[in-house]
């Protein structure tokens, strides 16, 4: 549909796996930052510099 | 703007990842700040509805951890 | 196409007197021509005004929702009677509730892409086999059937009906050689900047009538997300983005459901093919799971049950 894959992610961590946990933020939010930001669903009028 | 920094909407299950989220925070485990976490009774609540709803808002990404 | 107009009056002109059902939901002659509408008979020497012919695309599932009546009939083509299985395992009617009159469907005409060939006003539209004649103000013209098919009727694998309790016509041969998802994969191979771009071409049209919600036999939510206030989800007006929302939401509340019937593109004033949307979601629930829409009362979709062979790769 036009959004890119890498915005939405999905992952299963136990509440013991802290360090998954770490692992996946850092994943997440490397994944985001490549894909820059998010322009497609924010109406235009809306944004603000 | 000084250097961009993404922002994620994390839905995190109360039993699962928001559990190991609070351990990590204990064990002064160190991760990026860029998640801004939601604490979600259970992974069963999350609806599509959300995820766009963050994304209109001017998410730059979404999470969903059970 | 006659014979099965004079079969559908004789089958519910004997329900109706032997007071098998209370009512029978059909078909009748519209105001204009291919704009047949629905029409609920409750007498049975009223039963002459039912017709079938390929105007009849509006999918009679949508008006079964949370009927009370005891016993109905209803007049289902294929799709139909895949709506009206989903509709029973989502428990909006009993099969118990049901008399179904099946129509084996040799598919609906596109009455958009006749108006489109066709020189001047359309006037009439008569069907002879294989044959659609069409006149208007001093033309006449005529189109070989499944070159005026509708878009999903022409790459339909159900026609005929999977549950019935009579049968209006021997069932008619399936199309199996088609390719159902020749679009689809077309778009998929877009990148998301080109996708991004198509859909907003596509739906820039659109005027948020909720024409196709209307139509369609899976919305009926009591109160849909977009007439939601607290929170409200999508704004109210013609922005891309609200578009845009509505149409991303509608097309994922369908997603296992859909049978591709295509009411919502029919449905559209302005031409809209949203079927773009709810057929990627058909063809994902094929492909990750098997599935095909309303075609068994016995088994759960896939998406209220949990198999631990369901895929799951897109999870960390």
Redesign the interface.
């Known amino acids: 549909m036009g959004v890119e894959p890498g915005r939405v992610h999905f992952s299963w961590i136990s509440s013991a796996e802290s360090t998954k946990f770490v692992e996946v933020v850092k994943q997440v939010t490397e994944a985001v930052r490549q894909l820059g930001p998010n322009e497609n669903f924010v109406k235009k009028e809306l944004k603000v510099a | 703007?000084a250097q961009?920094?993404?922002k994620?909407v994390?839905f995190l299950c109360n039993?699962?990842?928001?559990?190991?989220?609070?351990?990590?925070g204990v064990?002064r485990?160190?991760?990026?700040p860029?998640?801004r976490v939601i604490r979600i009774p259970c992974t069963g609540r999350m609806s599509?509805?959300f995820?766009?709803?963050a994304?209109?808002?001017?998410?730059?990404?979404?999470?969903?951890?059970? | 196409m006659g014979a099965y107009t004079d079969k559908i009056r004789e089958i519910a002109g004997r329900l109706l007197k032997d007071c098998q059902v209370e009512m029978v939901i059909g078909f009748r002659k519209g105001s204009m021509p291919m704009m047949n509408e629905p029409c609920f008979v409750t007498r049975a020497d009223a039963v002459d005004q039912l017709v079938w012919d390929g105007s009849c695309g509006i999918n009679l599932a949508n008006y079964l929702t949370g009927r009370t009546e005891a016993r109905i009939g209803v007049v289902a083509k294929g799709c139909d009677s895949r709506n009206i299985v989903t509709h029973i395992i989502e428990n909006k009617i009993k099969r118990e509730q049901l008399t179904i009159i099946g129509v084996p469907c040799t598919g609906m005409i596109d009455k958009r892409r006749l108006k489109n060939l066709a020189p001047g006003e359309v006037l009439a539209v008569e069907e002879d086999g294989e044959r659609v004649v069409v006149r208007g103000d001093g033309f006449e013209t005529v189109h070989q059937r499944r070159e005026v098919l509708q878009a999903n009727c022409a790459v339909c694998h159900h026609r005929n009906p999977v549950i019935h309790d009579e049968l209006v016509g021997d069932p008619v041969s399936e199309q199996t050689e088609v390719d159902r998802y020749a679009d689809v994969r077309a778009i998929e191979g877009l990148s998301a900047k080109e996708k991004w771009d198509y859909f907003e071409a596509l739906l820039a049209p659109c005027l948020r009538c909720y024409a196709c919600r209307n139509a369609c036999p899976l919305c009926y939510c009591p109160t849909c997300f977009v007439d939601e206030a607290m929170p409200q989800w999508v704004g109210k007006s013609q922005n891309p983005v609200d578009v845009r929302t509505f149409h991303f939401l509608r097309a994922y509340h369908c997603a296992g459901r859909c049978t591709d019937c295509g009411s919502c593109e029919r449905a559209c004033p302005v031409g809209i093919n949203m079927r773009l949307f709810t057929k990627k979601l058909e063809k994902d629930a094929y492909e990750m799971w098997g599935w095909e829409a309303g075609l068994s009362l016995e088994q759960r979709p896939p998406l209220d049950t949990y198999r631990p062979e369901d895929p799951e790769p897109f999870i960390k």
């Open positions: 703007m961009w920094e993404p994620i994390a039993w699962c990842s928001y559990g190991a989220a609070d351990l990590a064990s485990m160190e991760y990026p860029n998640i599509p509805k995820a766009l709803a994304l209109r808002e001017g998410a730059d990404g979404v999470w969903v951890s059970g």
